[in-house]
């Protein structure tokens, strides 16, 4: 069974920059698929971006484009969200999720394992 944990989150002022880390461990390492989700409370998981098997295959959500970025090791043991320009609206927990396929997507339904999450908190 494999494992994934975020770190990273935290308080930042508007404008400011967070990386958060996803940690993927366990069987987990043979899927290169991969995502990072937010959620705020009594709202549904958003999704922010992803990977596909390769590289190249990376998709933002509408919300963040310009201003995140995804990236990972080279290893695929972990991933990374670069989040620059932050705004109040981005605070949420923020989740890595590994997809039951080895294909990107961004369906929540698609998704069937979740880190625990970390808190990402912008003040005006």
């Known amino acids: 069974q494999g494992q994934l944990a975020e770190s990273g989150g935290g308080l930042v002022q508007a404008g400011g920059s967070l990386r958060l880390s996803c940690t993927v461990s366990?069987?987990?390492?043979?899927?290169?698929?991969m995502a990072w989700f937010r959620q705020a409370p009594g709202k549904g998981r958003e999704f922010v971006a992803g990977f596909g098997a390769s590289d190249e295959n990376i998709k933002y959500g509408d919300s963040v484009q310009v201003r995140f970025t995804i990236s990972r090791t080279d290893s695929k043991a972990v991933f990374f969200l670069q989040m620059n320009s932050l705004r109040p609206d981005d605070t949420d927990v923020y989740y890595c999720?590994?997809?039951?396929?080895?294909?990107?997507?961004?369906?929540?339904?698609?998704?069937?394992?979740w880190g625990q999450g970390t808190q990402v908190t912008v003040s005006s």
């Open positions: 999720a590994r997809p039951r396929k080895f294909v990107l997507t961004t369906h929540l339904s698609d998704f069937a394992s």
């Open positions: 366990g069987s987990f390492l043979s899927n290169y698929a």
